[in-house]
């Protein structure tokens, strides 16, 4: 195991992905302790963390296009004019 300062700089919490800090010696969780064992590269969570936004991201895509796709066009033009209907009485 290389120097802790090196450890807690490059590695976060495995369970909160939050940061590590060290106890007599031992690196821990800095909010939970030792309740929250190992540790994981900063790299490796900061990743994980751009998934999980790509996969909400995707999520929200596809309820959107759903949102979409169930409405008729005429709903989704009174949707984009503001709900406004004119029928072209002017
Ligand atoms: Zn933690």
Do not use: P
């Amino acid at each position: 195991m290389g120097n802790h300062n090196d450890i807690i700089r490059n590695y976060v919490c495995a369970v909160c992905w939050g940061s590590l800090h060290t106890i007599r010696g031992e690196i821990v969780c800095r909010v939970y302790g030792k309740e929250h064992a190992g540790f994981v590269t900063r790299k490796y969570a900061e990743k994980r963390r751009a998934e999980s936004y790509a996969e909400r991201a995707n999520a929200m895509w596809n309820i959107g296009k759903y949102f979409f796709e169930s409405r008729t066009e005429e709903e989704l033009i009174r949707m984009i004019t503001g709900g406004e209907d004119d029928q072209g009485t002017n």
